[in-house]
């Protein structure tokens, strides 16, 4: 019987690599891959749907989905967490020295349905009390001028939001036009003033294990999403794709623990992994709806505050309901 022959575009992990390679297999599949940045990737998912499946930005797919457009349907396979705490830059000069000091000053984003900045704005309404309409937003791209929003949002009542087609937010920030950047992007100064601008945190790691502690949030940026007539007429493609994804992943995982060979090039890894289980359980990185409602949740809840998702919705709402049991022996 021949295979199902699908096309995927996603950026090259190590824990997706397995199944791209064929080492890992989905049955009844034939995966066509396409490795590309995820810039590049969003913006041909979001407007042309060029791929069967494909890697898709958490934020626009759930404010997609909001909108009553199905066009594509989700997986629960998050091949990119990343917690970001990280991804609050400022001047090393500048007055911004704490999350408190972000009231009344204006702050860059690349997009405010970018995923990043959805969970930043997030932990700095619910964890530090500054409210979106406290911050002046100024929406850029961060190193190259010209980027616009790729989905529909409706901002709260109150929020100052101006774009700036301009001008990089890098170029704004170096100029002191704007006091703060939040991106998944890190900003990239010019030849000789790359000093000039900091991490809010410079022990962001440690702020980051607190906040994780505290809230059991693990922050999902992107997702794996297909087009909705390919599940229509192929509904087994689901749960076929999560268990090959799923494969994959712990066979990088596997990687990771073993101490006879040096998969990585970096020292230390199994000491990594078994600290990563000691704080998330373990499976350190899960997929599946059920080991990430917590996470889920919260980023719906904070989308549909800040307007990136026009309606409230929960975790349940973003899959189809083969996604919502998983099969028990």
């Known amino acids: 019987m021949s295979k199902l022959t699908l096309s995927l575009a996603v950026n090259d992990y190590d824990h997706v690599r397995d199944l791209l390679t064929g080492r890992v297999a989905a049955e ?71 999350p408190a000091d972000l009231r009344g000053k204006r702050v860059g984003v690349p997009e405010w349905a970018q995923t990043a900045a959805v969970y930043s704005r997030g932990w700095l309404a619910h964890e530090q009390g500054v409210a979106l309409e406290d911050i002046e937003w100024v929406q850029g791209g961060v190193n190259q001028a010209g980027r616009r929003e790729k989905v529909d949002v409706q901002l709260p009542a109150g929020v100052r939001y101006r774009p700036s087609p301009d001008r990089s937010l890098t170029a704004l920030l170096l100029d002191g036009e704007i006091d703060a950047i939040l991106s998944a992007r890190p900003p990239a100064p010019p030849p000789g003033r790359e000093g000039e601008v900091v991490r809010l945190f410079k022990d962001f790691a440690g702020e980051e294990r607190a906040y994780f502690g505290k809230t059991g949030i693990f922050p999902i940026m992107h997702l794996i999403v297909m087009r909705r007539e390919v599940f229509a007429a192929n509904r087994w493609i689901a749960g076929n794709l999560l268990k090959a994804f799923t494969q994959a992943k712990d066979a990088s995982v596997a990687r990771l623990d073993d101490i006879t060979c040096s998969h990585f090039p970096l020292p230390w890894m199994s000491e990594h992994t078994a600290s990563a289980r000691a704080m998330f359980g373990a499976d350190p990185w899960p997929y599946g709806i059920a080991a990430n409602r917590i996470t889920l949740d919260a980023f719906l809840r904070f989308a549909f505050e800040q307007g990136v998702c026009h309606r409230s919705m929960q975790a349940d709402d973003l899959f189809p309901p083969e996604m919502h049991a998983a099969v028990r022996v």
Do not use: C, N
Not at 68 to 80: A, H, K, T, Y
């Open 28 to 98: 009844g599949i034939e995966l066509v891959p396409s490795v590309l940045p995820v810039e590049e990737i969003f913006y041909r998912t979001t407007h042309f749907q060029e791929w069967d499946l494909s890697e898709m930005s958490l934020a626009k797919y759930a404010s997609l989905r909001s909108q009553g457009d199905d066009r594509l349907i989700g997986l629960p396979v998050f091949p990119s967490r990343v917690f970001r705490l990280s991804s609050l830059y400022v001047r090393s000069d500048g007055s911004v020295r704490s």
